[in-house]
């Protein structure tokens, strides 16, 4: 059995290179008139990511830590590798490469690409187990920000039900419904998962958290989410009722979700408003 070590050197010149190759307007950041190179600075890409400053240069210096898997999909996806670039990423940080079958965490260039080409609709990619993989900043400025390093920091059912906070952002009466919604699609994706110990990991966390969780698993219901209709209690622009469309990629387990305003509705107006205010003084709610 082949044992698999990191290679600090060869992932810090990766790192760095990636780096310089990404320009700021690919992500959705200025230029402006002080950069020294075209590509990302360092900062830059760990924000992208969700990690500390520090964590990301002591990398690119070659004296960090052993990434995690989750860390090196945040990082593929912030420096908008291709599925060659992150399976080399993980091989140089002493990690098996992800699963060929699926897309798993990684989000290709042309959707991220399509992320940015829609600045006034928000906008995420997420996976089918519910984790958050990637979002244009009107979606962030919408549904606020999500930890995209932690096991199950970014995925909306288990922040749903392990976060009461979270629920704030959405009218009482629909809690049930939410609920349900997501437990139904949840279960879609695991059976077309037998057997994936990513999903059954999950379920199993949020048994063991959520009595809610654990009574709705029981009904047993399935419904892949397709289409539907919401309302966010935003804290700077108020009530926002929304379309949510589900456009399936190509791999299959990876989703684009659309939130557009309904025919009639002054959504419109209220987004227009958000995009100007931005994210200031905005507490993150549930995405999805």
């Given at each position: 059995?082949?044992?698999?070590?990191?290679?600090?050197?060869?992932?810090?010149?990766?790192?760095?290179?990636?780096?310089?190759?990404?320009?700021?307007?690919?992500?959705?950041?200025?230029?402006?008139?002080?950069?020294?190179?075209?590509?990302?600075?360092?900062?830059?890409?760990?924000?992208?990511?969700?990690?500390?400053?520090?964590?990301?240069?002591?990398?690119?210096?070659?004296?960090?830590?052993?990434?995690?898997?989750?860390?090196?999909?945040?990082?593929?996806?912030?420096?908008?590798?291709?599925?060659?670039?992150?399976?080399?990423?993980?091989?140089?940080?002493?990690?098996?490469?992800?699963?060929?079958?699926?897309?798993?965490?990684?989000?290709?260039?042309?959707?991220?690409?399509?992320?940015d080409q829609l600045p006034a609709?928000?906008?995420?990619?997420?996976?089918?187990?519910?984790?958050?993989?990637?979002?244009?900043?009107?979606?962030?400025?919408?549904?606020?920000?999500?930890?995209?390093?932690?096991?199950?920091?970014?995925?909306?059912?288990?922040?749903?039900?392990?976060?009461?906070?979270?629920?704030?952002?959405?009218?009482?009466?629909?809690?049930?419904?939410?609920?349900?919604?997501?437990?139904?699609?949840?279960?879609?994706?695991?059976?077309?998962?037998?057997?994936?110990?990513?999903?059954?990991?999950?379920?199993?966390?949020?048994?063991?958290?959520?009595?809610?969780?654990?009574?709705?698993?029981?009904?047993?219901?399935?419904?892949?989410?397709?289409?539907?209709?919401?309302?966010v209690l935003h804290p700077l622009?108020?009530?926002?009722?929304?379309?949510?469309?589900?456009?399936?990629?190509?791999?299959?387990?990876?989703?684009?979700?659309?939130?557009?305003?309904?025919?009639?509705?002054?959504?419109?107006?209220?987004?227009?408003?958000?995009?100007?205010?931005?994210?200031?003084?905005?507490?993150?709610?549930?995405?999805?």
């Amino acid at each position: 059995m082949i044992t698999m070590t990191i290679d600090r050197p060869e992932l810090a010149d990766f790192l760095r290179r990636s780096r310089d190759r990404v320009r700021p307007q690919d992500v959705g950041l200025p230029a402006g008139p002080r950069r020294r190179t075209p590509g990302l600075r360092r900062e830059e890409v760990a924000q992208l990511a969700g990690m500390s400053a520090d964590y990301y240069i002591r990398l690119e210096q070659a004296r960090g830590p052993q990434p995690s898997p989750e860390m090196l999909a945040a990082l593929a996806r912030a420096l908008r590798l291709s599925a060659d670039e992150r399976d080399h990423l993980h091989l140089l940080a002493g990690r098996r490469p992800p699963a060929a079958r699926t897309a798993g965490d990684h989000v290709g260039p042309g959707l991220l690409h399509l992320l940015d080409q829609l600045p006034a609709t928000p906008v995420q990619v997420l996976g089918d187990l519910g984790d958050v993989l990637a979002q244009n900043a009107m979606a962030e400025a919408l549904l606020g920000g999500v930890c995209t390093v932690s096991e199950h920091g970014r995925n909306v059912v288990w922040r749903w039900f392990t976060d009461p906070a979270q629920r704030a952002a959405y009218p009482a009466a629909e809690h049930d419904y939410y609920g349900r919604l997501h437990v139904a699609d949840l279960r879609a994706a695991v059976g077309r998962r037998a057997g994936d110990p990513a999903a059954t990991r999950l379920v199993e966390r949020l048994r063991d958290a959520s009595e809610e969780f654990a009574g709705l698993w029981e009904l047993h219901e399935v419904a892949v989410r397709r289409a539907t209709r919401m309302r966010v209690l935003h804290p700077l622009i108020g009530p926002v009722d929304l379309d949510c469309q589900m456009l399936l990629a190509p791999e299959g387990d990876q989703r684009v979700v659309l939130y557009t305003p309904p025919a009639g509705s002054d959504t419109a107006e209220r987004l227009a408003l958000l995009k100007v205010v931005g994210t200031g003084q905005f507490d993150p709610a549930p995405a999805g």
